[in-house]
């Protein structure tokens, strides 16, 4: 490549949640870092998270709480697939595939594992194009040897845009059924989720903030509709940076989960179960804009309106 460098590991999942990730990819832009893509125990994610002045916008694991909120997260905390026999069709149990819990309330521990990360693509000087392959494995089933489904594959698109005040990462995820008909939702945590750094936590640092394009901050931005939600504040080093999130058309416009303690879920099936047949898909992304300055130095509002009429359908 000749303007972004990329680095593969070897796929790996490591047996706990506690245990390191593997480091499935990292990416460099004109001999800095940007971002990268990680496995975990029952995740995959994209870390790190970086400003072009080189700051870590996201937490990949929270020492605080919900340590399974690692950077920018697909997931869904209830899934169902369906059997048909003679009598008709009926429902499996529930499984989760959202946090670290062995059974969330009944529900099976599923997992999401990187089958396939050598797809990259450098589109131009500044977009790089990454495929991930993903397998949605379900709880494990039988005895000796214990299996587990594979319940829905999913091609998750990177595309990455560095930029002199912002690089702007896309998360494009593509889920589709395998050998049964699935049901996702309705959920309370999912679909996208997205955590970030501490110094970013408006309720733990005096010198950060929750903003959104209609001009709301703090606590008054969660569950409202607005064009973005933007997280800024001062690192150790007294720089100001931070993040802002779009979403896609694809996601329709839902309401923000964007807390005051760090985390935003994006999420279209919040108020009500979705079916996806065999042969059908789940098609939906968001984009995540690490920035130096403030949301108002970094241009948000117009970095927003250059995404509208690019994404127009």
């Not at 108020?271 to 789940?282: D, I, L, M, N, S």
Request: glycine share 10%; net charge negative.
């Amino acid at each position: 490549m000749k303007w972004f460098s990329v680095e593969s590991a070897g796929l790996s999942v490591p047996k706990d949640w506690k245990d390191d990730p593997t480091r499935v990819v990292k990416v460099g832009w004109k001999g800095g870092s940007i971002t990268g893509f990680n496995q975990s125990s029952r995740r995959c994610y994209v870390f790190p998270v970086l400003t072009p002045s080189g700051v870590g916008v996201t937490n990949e694991r929270s020492t605080n709480d919900h340590p399974f909120h690692q950077s920018i997260t697909v997931g869904n905390d209830y899934f169902f697939t369906y059997q048909t026999s003679a009598a008709g069709q009926f429902e499996d149990p529930p499984m989760c595939f959202y946090s670290n819990e062995v059974d969330m309330r009944g529900r099976g521990e599923g997992r999401i594992i990187c089958t396939a990360q050598n797809e990259c693509t450098e589109l131009s000087e500044d977009h790089l194009e990454m495929i991930m392959r993903m397998q949605w494995q379900g709880p494990e089933e039988g005895y000796s040897p214990k299996y587990r489904r594979v319940v829905a594959e999913e091609m998750r698109t990177i595309s990455v845009f560095p930029g002199e005040v912002a690089n702007i990462i896309d998360v494009r995820s593509q889920l589709r059924p395998t050998m049964w008909d699935l049901r996702l939702g309705p959920s309370r945590h999912g679909y996208f989720t997205i955590r970030v750094a501490d110094f970013l936590r408006p309720n733990a640092n005096a010198g950060a903030n929750l903003v959104d394009s209609e001009g709301r901050e703090g606590e008054d931005v969660i569950w409202q509709h607005s064009d973005w939600v933007d997280y800024y504040g001062k690192n150790s080093e007294g720089k100001t940076v931070g993040m802002a999130v779009f979403q896609f058309p694809s996601m329709g416009n839902v309401a923000w989960y964007a807390a005051t303690y760090g985390s935003i879920r994006v999420n279209p099936f919040r108020k009500g179960g979705t079916f996806v047949c065999r042969g059908e898909e789940v098609d939906v992304a968001v984009r995540v804009v690490a920035h130096d300055g403030d949301p108002f130095e970094a241009k948000i509002s117009e970095l927003y309106n250059v995404f509208k009429e690019e994404t127009a359908l």
